[in-house]
């Protein structure tokens, strides 16, 4: 690792793990190796080494290749040295082992203000990651975001079971939803748009009482059933995929997210203010229904 690298990110200085000694302690050897293999086939062949390149446009971006490769007859390239064997477990600081990998755990950070996305890292696992793998693999992220000048406001996560398991191992309840690293806070957060498939989901197969009055997909059955046949449609983009989403389309957000939106609600409330007809067949799903159309 270059000095440059060692002052920026003191974190990332500090990682090692068996290949990369072992790739430190052999990689001149590995190269003088490739350039004997590469050097006869090609033309005007040359292996050069060089330092740290920081993106110009995205200055947090920054890579040390072993060497860079040029040649005539196929142009420029970077060439990275490793004696590993890709495909088994590898958790990165916390070490490898023997098992072949099945899941990748992906870090990746993303701008709240600004729209940029960067994947920052990955393990590998066989089997799902357990919480108390994931624990320090989080803390290191955090605390590499940091050190790269970024302020970490806030985790987001599915709802799986280990991601669960985390959130409570971090300490995470309902009642302070934020864990700290290093003494300052992170807010912890689960993914919305899960949040919303888990609503519809929900209310696909239960009805909810809130407040005495009773919340059910009956109702949005059927203001779609009165609503979908009419030259003029208060609700235009509902279809029968979102009333009635089989297995594969409930995995769709965006269906989740119509369905549930603003203006469904007020196709519901028009038939509410204006058709008196049809609210004499809706009222029968029960009589304190709260979408009920009268
Ligand atoms: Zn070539």
Redesign the pocket.
């Known amino acids: 690792m270059s000095l440059h690298m060692k002052i920026c990110y003191p974190e990332l200085s500090k990682f090692k793990s068996q290949p990369t000694q072992w790739g430190c302690k052999h990689e001149q050897k590995g190269l003088s190796a490739y350039n004997a293999l590469q050097e006869e ?3 005007a ?1 040359e292996l050069q080494a060089c330092g740290l390149f920081i993106d110009k446009e995205h200055g947090f971006l920054a890579a040390t290749p072993d060497s860079l490769v040029t ?5 420029n390239g970077v060439v990275e040295v490793k004696d590993i064997i890709e495909g088994f477990e590898d958790m990165g600081g916390l070490g490898r082992t023997g098992r072949v990998t099945t899941q990748a755990l992906v870090f990746m950070a993303r701008g709240l203000t600004n729209r940029w996305k960067l994947p920052i890292g990955y393990t590998l696992h066989s089997g799902p990651a357990s919480a108390r793998v994931m624990e320090p693999l989080l803390m290191s992220a955090v605390r590499q975001l940091r050190n790269a000048g970024l302020t970490v406001v806030s985790t987001v996560c599915d709802m799986g079971k280990p991601n669960q398991e985390l959130y409570r191992l971090l300490g995470v309840t309902e009642t302070s939803p934020q864990f700290d690293v290093d003494g300052t806070p992170v807010m912890a957060l689960h993914n919305v748009p899960h949040i919303f498939k888990c609503v519809r989901n929900g209310l696909l197969k239960h009805d909810v009482e809130v407040d005495g009055e009773t919340l059910s997909w009956s109702h949005i059955k059927a203001f779609y059933n009165a609503d979908k046949d009419r030259p003029i449609r208060t609700a235009p983009k509902l279809g029968p995929e979102h009333v009635q989403p089989d297995a594969f389309k409930k995995m769709s957000v965006r269906l989740a997210a119509q369905i549930m939106s603003a203006s469904t609600s007020a196709g519901m409330r028009i038939y509410q203010s204006f058709d008196r007809a049809l609210s004499a067949r809706l009222t029968s799903h029960g009589k304190n229904a709260r979408l009920s159309f009268y």
């Open positions: 086939k090609h033309k062949w040649c005539s007859c196929c142009g």
